[in-house]
């Protein structure tokens, strides 16, 4: 059975940091495209990130480039979402996806 579970969300002031996790089981990250979305309150869910399976290659969009990154472990089946310099438009549920399949999101607020 395919899970995603997303942890790591919090409040934290802008400028400040934070790591999402997102665990999969039923599936090896190593092997699939794995991405993070986010979608603020009363906006439509956007793509933040990628890492593909083989090779590990990953990709960010221009709004975060400098700031967010994205790592796996493939011995703890995980993809982490690394955020750095958060500023308020930042504040968003934070979703995983892969193959078909997306978390239950965590929720990252921005906010001094």
């Known amino acids: 059975q395919v899970q995603l579970v997303e942890s790591g969300g919090g409040l934290v002031q802008p400028g400040g940091s934070l790591r999402l996790s997102c665990a999969a089981s039923?599936?090896?990250?190593?092997?699939?495209?794995m991405g993070w979305y986010r979608q603020p309150t009363g906006k439509e869910r956007e793509f933040v990130g990628s890492?593909?399976?083989?090779?590990?290659?990953?990709n960010v969009v221009d709004s975060v480039k400098g700031r967010f990154t994205i790592s796996r472990d493939n011995a703890k089946n995980t993809v982490y979402l690394q955020l750095n310099n958060l500023q308020l438009n930042d504040t968003a549920v934070y979703y995983c996806?892969?193959?078909?399949?997306w978390g239950q999101g965590t929720h990252v607020i921005v906010s001094s």
């Open positions: 996806y892969s193959h078909g399949y």
């Open positions: 039923g599936f090896s990250v190593s092997a699939y495209f």
């Open positions: 890492v593909t399976g083989e090779g590990g290659i990953t």
